[in-house]
């Protein structure tokens, strides 16, 4: 019995490759089939999609290949993790592969990558190649480039096969189409797998292969490694999947539509492409991505880069349609692409970027002065958005893939970033933001930007320095996190403050700072430290002040425990429209913790526990603002109550759209002013009385 192998390819992440291979492999179960999981990332994704994890762990004794039935598959995993592909034998994978092919009907591989050393065992004995795409522009572009790969790589023509994967029910181009541009034939068209007649479409093609013979191993390919796998994080991403070129042809059919022969690369990233092929082979851009938070080096290495990039750009035979500012910004953008975030660099060096919204390769917006504007920037492919994401992520130790497909990290000055991919987002990676800039805001620019003014401050830092718990509430994009850096500029250098948060963004001028972060689960789902394990954590670290970066959860039951036992001064934000939402949502994260306290007793907490409300806002002019200030008094029956010190009292815009009000004063006489006596903090509540009064407050 020497049974065909079927080589699985996405064209590009998240095509649906894996989930197609695992189905293949299910429907042909009837026969002795064998399903190989080639991916060298670590994603587990096969042994998840046949839950056999904890077998294939089991069954994994000093080697790192594993074998395992589930569902009359027999599933072999090849690397478990990242780092374990480094130390494939070659002769085990030859060993593996020899008698999964005579001891099986069927062999199905999926190899995202089909260049690399570990897998080459199963590519020589592959009777077809069968590239997974999607049927958009850029799904059948990356097919292009894929299939011109294998082409160079010493695949036959012949054993090539392209499997359209209708994830959204759009496809773009038809199939014979499709066949005529590419030079390749379709050996099916998946619709969406929750479409009625994905089954039909999956028997359709499982006929179209039981019905191909296994054919001589492949001898033409280029040359692999044997014996141990050389470490490949060492080694350029070029090097891991070469480019090839793809020739001219017209852009636009008869019909003036975008047809699947647009899909080419123009002579100016044809040039791009070159450049970054010869740069790779000159300086180790992987080594380079982990050097982002020393800017000495970084500085060292792009000046380094510059270099060479002139260097090669003078020795590009066919650049002479392009003209000396051209070259010249072909020069930056190669650079950027390189070292940096690609097309973003610009952004994050404009001082009025705020935030920055990617919508997939061709759409990206900009918030400047509270505005929304759509840039002419883009990326050139998914794939160059999917590596500007890694680049961000890859230092903090965070995956983004089809297993875990959102990720929320930050970036070396401390900018708030959440990416999310496919299968979650629909039409392509999308990349937030949130800018916080290379220098922080103090109280002087609050004051100048008109978001505060003095009276309000002086007395936020009068109960900062008497300790009082402090909320600060307000919506997306309202300046929480910004405040509450300013705030804790208020607090005494003597002091221990230990800052809690998802993604590290707060940066405190104090001395002795004690700042964790939380982390993620695994791809097994192990090894999660939430916000409520850290604030736990966090009471046996002595500390004189615990600052979380936002209460979300499950941990505002932590936190307020912290508060009422001796963990006064302590500071937190939360999402909510006004303080009295605050109260109530504050309230549905404690029940969120899993106890069933009487809601009684959970405002009880609550009134003891937190003294101030802080409220920001986002106005409509783009602008932001302290909008109140109110003090937790008691309760009154089962009702927190609370009063209100200082608002913001908008009375319309002006002639240029700008929002125009007043800060006022209430009148009441806060209560924490007898705790400012007992610290000795100096303040006089008549500074106050400098502020408009409100009148009647009902």
């Known amino acids: 019995m020497n049974g065909p192998v079927f080589a699985l390819i996405g064209a590009k992440g998240g095509s649906g490759a894996t989930t197609i291979c695992a189905e293949l492999a299910k429907a042909m179960s009837d026969r002795t089939v064998a399903l190989v999981d080639g991916d060298l990332s670590g994603r587990r994704s096969a042994a998840i999609l046949f839950d056999s994890v904890r077998n294939l762990d089991v ?19 090849l690397a478990p993790t990242y780092d374990s592909a480094f130390t494939i034998k070659f002769d085990d994978v030859e060993a593996l592969a020899a ?41 059948l572009a990356s097919a292009r480039t894929m299939i011109g790969e294998l082409k160079k790589f010493g695949v036959p023509p012949s054993r090539i096969m392209l499997l359209t994967n209708c994830r959204d029910g759009k496809p773009v181009e038809e199939r014979l189409q499709i066949e005529r541009a590419l030079d390749v034939k379709v050996v099916s068209e998946l619709p969406s797998i929750r479409d009625r007649s994905f089954a039909r479409a999956l028997q359709t093609l499982e006929r179209t292969l039981r019905n191909i013979p296994a054919e001589a191993q492949i001898e033409a390919l280029l040359p692999s490694a044997r014996g141990f796998i050389q470490d490949r994080r060492r080694e350029p991403r070029s090097a891991m999947r070469p480019r090839a070129a793809v020739p001219d042809v017209p852009e636009r059919s008869g019909n003036g539509k975008a047809s699947a022969r647009s899909i080419l690369v123009s002579p100016r990233d044809r040039i791009k492409t070159d450049i970054h092929e010869m740069l790779a082979k000159k300086v180790n851009l992987v ?117 875990v497909p959102m990720v929320d990290a930050r970036l070396p000055d401390g900018s708030r970033v959440n990416a999310i991919v496919e ?3 629909i039409d392509g990676a999308t990349l937030t933001i949130r800018r916080f800039g290379t220098s922080r805001l103090t109280a002087q620019d609050l004051l100048e930007k008109g978001s505060a003014v003095p009276q309000i401050l002086d007395f936020l830092r009068a109960s900062i320095e008497g300790r009082l718990n402090i909320i600060i509430s307000g919506g997306t994009g309202s300046g929480k996190t910004t405040f509450l850096n300013i705030l804790s500029s208020y607090i005494p250098e003597r002091e221990r403050i230990v800052t809690i948060e998802d993604s590290a963004e707060l940066f405190l001028n104090q001395p002795h700072v004690v700042r964790l972060e939380s982390r993620p689960a695994n791809i097994e789902g192990r090894g999660e430290i939430a916000i409520r394990d850290l604030v736990r954590n966090s009471l ?16 505002a039951l932590d936190m307020l425990q912290a508060m009422n036992t001796g963990h006064d001064g302590s500071l937190t934000t939360a999402h909510a429209n006004s303080p009295r939402d605050a109260l109530s949502r504050l309230e549905t994260m404690v029940m969120m913790a899993g106890f069933d306290l009487p809601v009684r007793a959970i405002r009880e907490q609550i009134a003891s526990a937190v003294d101030l409300i802080v409220q920001t806002a986002r106005m ?51 209560q924490c002013l007898r705790r400012f006596d007992e610290y000795g903090i100096q303040y006089d509540v008549r500074s106050l009385s400098g502020l408009a009064s409100t009148g009647a407050l009902w």
């Open 423 to 425: 299968p979650l987002s």
């Open 540 to 555: 046996r670290m002595r500390p004189d002040r615990i600052i979380v970066g936002e209460c979300r959860g499950g941990e």
């Open 99 to 139: 008698s999964l092919v005579s001891t099986s009907d069927y062999v199905l591989a999926d190899i995202p990558i089909p260049f690399a050393a570990p897998v080459r065992p199963f590519v020589v004995r592959a009777t077809r190649f069968i590239v997974v795409a999607e049927p958009t522009l850029l799904g």
């Open 59 to 77: 069954a994994r004794e000093d080697g790192s290949i594993a074998l395992a039935r589930a569902d009359g598959v027999t599933l072999a995993e």
């Open 287 to 403: 080594e380079a991505s982990q050097v982002h938070s020393d800017a000495a080096k970084l500085a060292e290495l792009r000046v380094k880069v510059e270099g060479i990039t002139q260097q090669i750009l003078s020795e590009i035979s066919h650049k002479g349609d392009l003209t000396a500012e051209e070259i010249a910004q072909l020069k930056d953008e190669v650079v950027n692409e390189a070292l940096g975030l690609g097309p973003l660099e610009d952004l994050m060096t404009d001082p009025a970027v705020t935030e920055i919204m990617v919508n997939g390769p061709k759409t990206v917006y900009v918030e400047r002065l509270g505005k929304i504007d759509r840039t002419a920037k883009e990326f050139t492919s998914e794939q160059q958005l999917r590596l500007v994401i890694e680049r961000i992520i890859a230092p903090l130790g965070r995956r983004l893939d089809e297993s």
């Open 620 to 670: 409509r002019d783009g602008s932001r603002k302290i909008i109140s200030v109110s003090e937790i008094v008691g309760m009154e029956g089962d009702v927190v109550t609370m009063q209100e010190i200082m608002r913001y009292q908008q009375h319309g815009v002006d002639k240029d759209s700008k929002v125009s009000g007043e800060f006022q004063y209430t009148g009441v006489q806060p």
